[in-house]
């Protein structure tokens, strides 16, 4: 399989998104999610997706004995018309406009992940935030920060496990409504098989990174480069709106 430039980069972006998410609970769609939609808009929301799921697939299986599948419920049922309203977005929005959600949506949720108000981890609060992740994620592929914001007061272990578990079985939801809404093509699909070489790779570094990245260390860098991402996809948008 031959590699373009942008591509490689893509794969690039991927692994250190992937390897950050397998150490600390969540990064990858909020980093790499506006990265990549800055080499190509065709990256998101389908390929980061798909290869999201598959993420989540290989973390489940490593935190399998950590899981708590009763409390995170409320949070998968909620995200199916979190999704289908994601879905629905992306198809009413012209280009320019996508640009401006988009941007404006991983700011949100940049600036989610700075508030250190405690919200206690119950049925209500995993509902709520299953629909906005269903949302954010189906129409920006960012869906990682509302469901995290949740499990703020859980130990890292628990909050990993239990936040793969939802993508495991919510990203699917969001890829069937894309696909449903005919947002999710072949293309889509060639894209996701390009970048599987990051998933893999980043799935591998983050064993080698593991205790001596922590969420707290990690998450100024994650949020500088993906509040930096999202303000240039933004002005992307702004620029197309006036022009």
Excluded at 167 to 183: A, C, D, E, N, W
Excluded at 193 to 213: Q, S, T, V
């Amino acid at each position: 399989m031959l590699y373009t430039l942008p591509e490689l980069l893509a794969v690039l972006i991927v692994t250190c998104g992937i390897a950050l998410q397998t150490v600390v609970g969540i990064g990858y769609g909020l980093v790499a999610a506006p990265l990549l939609y800055l080499i190509d808009p065709a990256y998101v929301p389908g390929p980061v997706l798909l290869v999201g799921f598959g993420l989540a697939l290989m973390m489940v299986i490593r935190e399998r004995r950590a899981l708590r599948w009763r409390r995170v419920l409320p949070a998968i049922f909620a995200r199916v018309p979190g999704a289908w309203c994601g879905a629905a977005l992306l198809v009413a929005l012209p280009q320019y406009a996508l640009s401006l959600f988009f941007g404006f949506s991983v700011l949100t949720a940049v600036l989610l992940s700075l508030w250190r108000f405690s919200i206690p981890t119950t049925g209500t609060s995993l509902t709520i935030a299953g629909f906005f992740s269903g949302l954010m994620g189906t129409a920006t592929s960012v869906g990682g920060p509302p469901i995290a914001l949740v499990y703020q007061q859980q130990d890292r272990i628990t909050a990993r496990s239990e936040i793969a578990a939802f993508l495991l079985i919510g990203t699917p939801v969001s890829i069937l409504m894309l696909i449903y809404k005919g947002s999710l093509d072949w293309h889509s699909a060639q894209l996701s098989l390009k970048m599987l070489p990051g998933l893999f790779l980043g799935f591998f570094l983050a064993r080698l990174i593991d205790g001596k990245l922590t969420a707290t260390s990690a998450k100024p860098l994650l949020l500088a480069v993906s509040g930096a991402s999202a303000l240039m996809v933004a002005i992307k948008g702004l620029i197309g709106w006036l022009g």
